[in-house]
């Protein structure tokens, strides 16, 4: 068995391994799907940091059970192909361990989501601030989720190499576009989408990526942010609008 030689190539073993039971797990899949589903949510209602960071906990609890369930599964499938009760115990266990973490995740997300007085308060009412930051990092989870995602449906095994969208282009982008909506600094503005063209530019040249992987991954990038920062928003302050109206 070949091992990593810097840190470097072992953070890319270890996404391909997160990429490789997205792609053979199909439990994964669904919790994949429901997790950038529910940062959505999170956002879209308001949740506060602290309330963003406990969904975001039990979100990775639930896939960290989830891989250690497919690992303990491949490990004892490599030990015997045949029946043994030691072995089904082993596989049990797991999924109980599976199953546990679910229902904290739905327990968590219960107690978040079924406010609907204060959920609604918070929709209706214009936000004393906005949060950059934290709508960043939603953003970047999302951003993550919809590569793996995306890369999976097109059949690479890759995560930070090749494949049908360009992550390194995306995650630029990405950032790139954080930059452009929120910095006020022109300066800073110019130097980010130079360095977003150039991170493009890059994967093309060393023939990592076609130019249409490089601009799906771009979009993606861009289309995230916007969301967030613009459509979201703007969506929201219809309803306070809306709901004023029909208060008068």
Sequence with gaps: MRRAKNPVESFRYALNGVLLSYKTQRHLRIHFVLALLVLLAGFAVRLTRTELALLVCVIALVVMAELFNTA????????TTDYHPLAKVAKDVAAGAVLVAA???????LLLFLR?????RRIQSPPEYEDALQTC???????????????????????????????HSAIAFFLCSVVLLVAENPLIA???????????QSRVETEVHTLREVLFGALLGILIPVVLYR???????????RSLGAGR
């Design 103 to 109: 229902m904290t995740a739905t327990l968590v997300g």
């Design 190 to 200: 110019f130097l980010a989408v130079l360095l977003a063209l150039l991170v493009a």
């Design 231 to 241: 459509a979201i928003p703007l969506v929201l302050q219809l309803v306070v609008v």
């Design 72 to 79: 303990l599964e491949t490990v004892v499938d490599l030990v």
């Design 137 to 167: 990092v939603i953003g970047f989870l999302m951003l993550l989720i919809l590569l793996v995602i995306w890369k999976v449906r097109g059949g690479k095994g890759r995560f930070l190499q090749g494949g049908v969208v360009s992550g």
């Design 116 to 120: 609907p007085e204060e959920i609604g």
